[in-house]
């Protein structure tokens, strides 16, 4: 699968390459490819338990309130459409099969509604 990612974050995924081709070439023969972003020390895939205790150590680092791993998946659409991105991109990047799923992830902000009731009256009313 190919995801596209912001410009900022490629030097740090190269960079996250390089360590992996270390422990590649540390583990030697025990590796197995599976062509993982991030597999274990051996190439596997990583256990879910594993995955969540690196997410909330992670949070820890970052100095970021504790949240759920899936959270982050309804952070990224909401923040996708406050930044105008059209709903069906966000469906695409999301990966979700039906719009309507995008929507439940979406939330939507309290200065985009104020924003849309200052639009209605605009074009009800007329702008002051």
Do not use: N
Request: aromatic content about 4%; some cysteine; overall charge neutral.
């Amino acid at each position: 699968m190919t995801l596209q990612c912001p410009p900022e974050l490629l030097p740090i995924l190269r960079e996250h390459k390089k360590r992996q081709d270390a422990e590649r070439a540390e583990a030697g023969e025990l590796w197995e490819d599976h062509d993982l972003l991030f597999p274990t020390r051996r190439g596997r895939p990583m256990e879910r338990s594993e995955d969540y205790k690196m997410w909330k150590a992670l949070l820890k680092q970052a100095g970021v309130r504790e949240a759920r791993l899936h959270d982050a998946r309804h952070t990224a659409g909401t923040l996708l459409v406050e930044q105008g991105v059209h709903i069906r991109v966000v469906q695409e990047i999301l990966g979700h099969a039906r719009v309507t799923t995008t929507e439940r992830y979406t939330h939507i902000a309290s200065p985009q509604v104020k924003d849309a009731s200052e639009r209605m009256g605009a074009a009800l009313w007329g702008e002051d």
